[in-house]
């Protein structure tokens, strides 16, 4: 498999050190690269998940990828992209957040024995800072730092740059340097906002060891208005499911822009170019299906979440978009609905021999008061499981979805979840 060929079929290629050089040695066998995340929160985004995809690319051509936690780097902060410095984060917080990525990383990059998993914090933790300033700053001038975009937009700034983060690259170099020197690593992939210190590191390589390595970056994903793509309502869109849910990430990709899908497609998926072309061919003879994104939803949400979490976050789409009847979907949908929209438990018992739909709606809180309950029952406008509730029904056991669930909507678009509960034996 070419995998440079893939690469930029998919349009992953912005930059490279020497793409001849690097294709010859890529086509001469195995090579050893990686691809770093700083612990900066306790969840990657969508904009790492590009990277180890590419790392997974790699892998799955035969080559060896090593996935870097940054929790030497995390502790002083990247100033490529911001405005400002970085708020430092504590080594408990930072120790947290790594072993939390950690985990991401895993779970997208597969077979545990197809790549390495390695933390920077490991050999930069009891370096001196006069080794450092022998080893490292020795070989690198000022003047190189200098010209860094990312060092001259935050000079130009109101802020400026501390030492802290202008000393980032050069640990970053460092990370490559010690991974050349130990595992024999020959080249560094990155987003084209990580260029300059990726070939920092590069260049410490030649003036250490004498040694010619490589470098990679692909273009930052921008919407079609020019914004920085990866973000829902200013929010990242994380790959934990604890800040983003498994439900909530697919929605993310159901809703990408119809122009979009195609690339969207080759960048987030490990679907064959032939079945991406298929596919956005079919998204584009009938947009308004919303194929395509389906197809990509599924796809991506199976990478991070799994497919079982793909299935049920599909299924309460269905459910919340009226295309699945409630009593159709899965346990699992359901669950996924339960999760996503206000929730509010009930007493099996208080559904044995039926409930008044006023008290349902209340406890529901889909009204504030019994007399508003009344009102709205009275105008039906409250349906549970997807047909209307009347003002005489009784819902009971029998309407249970599931043996558990009720689902009740207020209007079009006001989703309420009652759980029936058994009381804890005593």
């Known amino acids: 498999m070419d995998v440079l ?3 930029d079929a998919r349009g992953l290629i912005h930059d490279t050190t020497d793409r001849e050089a690097l294709a010859a040695r890529l086509a001469a066998g195995p090579v050893t690269l990686y691809y770093g995340c700083d612990p900066t929160a306790d969840s990657l985004h969508i904009g790492n998940l590009i990277g180890l995809l590419v790392l997974r690319r790699f892998a799955d051509a035969g080559h060896r990828p090593i996935a870097l936690a940054g929790g030497a780097t995390g502790m002083v902060g990247d100033p490529g992209g911001r405005s400002s410095e970085r708020n430092l984060l504590d080594e408990a917080t930072l120790r947290a957040n790594a072993a939390a990525i950690k985990e991401q990383i895993t779970r997208v990059l597969g077979d545990p024995d197809a790549y390495e998993l390695v933390d920077n914090l490991d050999w930069t933790r009891d370096l001196t800072l006069l080794e450092f300033l022998r080893e490292v ?13 990312s060092v001259k937009a935050r000079l130009a700034s109101e802020h400026g740059i501390s030492f802290t983060e202008f000393s980032y690259m050069l640990l970053q170099g460092n990370d490559y340097r010690i991974l050349y020197e130990s595992r024999g690593c020959e080249l560094q992939i990155g987003g084209s906002d990580q260029w300059g210190n990726i070939v920092q590191g590069v260049d410490l390589i030649r003036r250490t060891n004498g040694a010619a390595v490589h470098a990679l970056s692909w273009p930052l994903l ?22 983003t849910s498994a439900y909530e990430f697919f929605q993310h990709w159901m809703r990408a822009d119809d122009r979009q899908v195609g690339e969207l497609l080759a960048k987030f998926t490990l679907l064959p170019m032939a079945e991406v072309a298929a596919v956005t061919a079919e998204h584009e003879a009938a947009p308004e299906e919303r194929q395509g994104q389906r197809r990509l939803a599924h796809e991506v949400t199976s990478l991070v979440h799994g497919t079982e979490a793909a299935a049920a976050a599909a299924g309460a789409s269905g459910v919340l978009f009226g295309e699945v009847a409630p009593r159709a979907a899965s346990a699992d949908a359901l669950g996924a609905v339960a999760a996503n929209v206000p929730a509010h438990e009930l007493a099996l018992s208080a559904l044995e021999a039926g409930i008044d739909p006023v008290e349902l709606a209340v406890v529901a809180e889909l009204a504030a008061s019994k007399s508003e309950a009344r ?19 009784r819902p009971s056991t029998a309407d249970l979805l599931h043996g558990r669930y009720l689902l009740l909507r207020r209007g079009k678009a006001t989703w309420r979840m009652v759980v029936a509960i058994s009381p804890a034996p005593s």
């Open 5 to 7: 060929a893939d690469l």
């Open 137 to 149: 700053g020795k070989h690198v001038t000022v003047n190189q730092m200098m010209a860094r975009e």
């Open 222 to 243: 921008l919407a079609p208005d020019g914004t920085k793509l990866g973000k829902t309502a200013g929010a990242s869109v994380w790959l934990s499911g604890e800040r």
């Open 375 to 393: 009102r709205l029952l009275a105008q039906r406008g409250v349906s549970l499981n997807g047909r209307v509730l009347e003002a005489d029904d």
